[in-house]
């Protein structure tokens, strides 16, 4: 079991920058680490993974160039956003599951999901 808290979200203009944390309740040494978004009405959607053994990053087209994730310690990841648009609202997840099969990008293979962050862009 683990928990995952999600923070840093919130109100910006279109082409600012937010940077969001999801704190763990254990080390996430060798596990797959997710952020997804979820607009209203639409379905959750992956927006990047790491691989927190090799450190290895992915990303869905949209935020390639916009999005970095990274690690700052065993237990906490960010996702560092710049030049957001309306299109990138939504609550905001990191989910995680064991990296020895793999880190793929669809929600249903994370096991342990946060309670998301809202972020809201503006115009």
């Known amino acids: 079991q683990v928990q995952l808290v999600e923070s840093g979200g919130g109100s910006v203009q279109a082409g600012g920058s937010l940077t969001l944390s999801c704190v763990a309740s254990?080390?996430?040494?060798?596990?797959?680490v997710g952020w997804f978004r979820q607009a209203p009405g639409k379905e959750r959607e992956a927006v990047g993974r790491?691989?927190?053994?090799?450190?290895?990053t992915a990303y869905e087209r949209p935020a390639v160039g916009r999005l970095t994730i990274s690690r700052k310690n065993a237990n906490t990841l960010f996702l560092q956003m710049s030049g957001l648009n309306t299109e990138d609202s939504g609550t905001y997840y990191c989910?995680?599951?064991?990296?020895?099969?793999?880190?793929?990008?669809?929600?249903?293979?994370?096991?342990?999901w946060g309670q998301g962050t809202q972020v809201t862009v503006s115009t």
């Open positions: 790491i691989t927190t053994k090799n450190g290895q």
């Open positions: 989910a995680t599951r064991s990296s020895r099969v793999g880190c793929p990008s669809h929600p249903r293979e994370f096991d342990y």
């Open positions: 254990r080390s996430l040494d060798d596990h797959c």
